[in-house]
């Protein structure tokens, strides 16, 4: 494997117009986007009983880790040329402090404030 593959929600309107943003970014072509309406059933049940995949954000990376939700948006952003000095500081100490609640506080709620969009290939 090559490429990293972030797993995201695909009926969430601000997850896809984050996935939109961050592709146009990914000029060294590092990550493929997969809408986790397309994982297959068995992967899903494997991964839901870590986490439900629809809470957060997921990426498999190329050593075959899987990380969630701040952790991949700091990944993806450590990627991601433009936004390197972004994920230097994602990376200083207690930053997780403040951003893994706040990315938390922000998924929770993505769907009252954005509502939802129907899926479609």
Request: charged share 30%; hydrophobic share 40%; with cysteine.
């Amino acid at each position: 494997m090559d490429k990293h593959i972030v797993f995201y929600d695909a009926e969430c309107p601000l997850c896809r117009a984050v996935k939109a943003v961050l592709q146009k970014l990914d000029w060294l072509g590092k990550i493929n986007w997969a809408p986790l309406q397309e994982v297959n059933e068995e992967t899903r049940e494997r991964i839901n009983r870590y986490k439900n995949m629809y809470d957060e954000i997921y990426m498999y990376t190329r050593d075959k880790k899987v990380l969630t939700g701040y952790y991949t948006i700091r990944k993806i952003l450590f990627l991601l040329p433009v936004t390197i000095p972004l994920a230097v500081l994602m990376h200083l100490p207690f930053a997780k402090n403040i951003g893994d609640p706040a990315y938390r506080f922000i998924s929770k709620r993505r769907y009252r404030w954005f509502g939802r969009v129907p899926y479609s290939r």
